[in-house]
Nanobody
């Protein structure tokens, strides 16, 4: 079955960096675009970044442009989110999602930006 497992979250000070990973299994990873979403307390889940099947095309929310980078390694069935210059407003649970007729979600990983 399809599984998406996020890792790499944690507590970081403002201005710091984290790298999230999402390990995929149960489907042909290289055939699907992938997304990172986040959900802060009391807010709706929002799209942070997406990447096409080859990694050649990416898109970002305005709030993270220039700070976050999405990438993928099709040999390792993994999608990444490199987060730099983190701000307290980046605090959220981060989810990876598989595109397609049926969307699949991981369980999420908590990112907390606080001094």
């Amino acid at each position: 079955q399809v599984q998406l497992v996020e890792s790499g979250g944690g507590l970081v000070q403002p201005g710091g960096s984290l790298r999230l990973s999402c390990a995929a299994s149960g489907f042909t990873f290289r055939s699907y675009g992938m997304n990172w979403y986040r959900q802060a307390p009391g807010k709706e889940r929002e799209l942070v970044a997406d990447i096409d099947i080859t990694g050649g095309r990416t898109n970002y929310a305005d709030s993270v442009k220039g700070r976050f980078t999405i990438s993928r390694d099709n040999a390792k069935n993994t999608v990444y989110l490199q987060m730099n210059s983190l701000k307290p407003e980046d605090t959220a649970v981060y989810y990876c999602r598989r595109n397609g007729n049926i969307a699949y979600w991981g369980q999420g990983t908590q990112v907390t930006v606080s001094s």
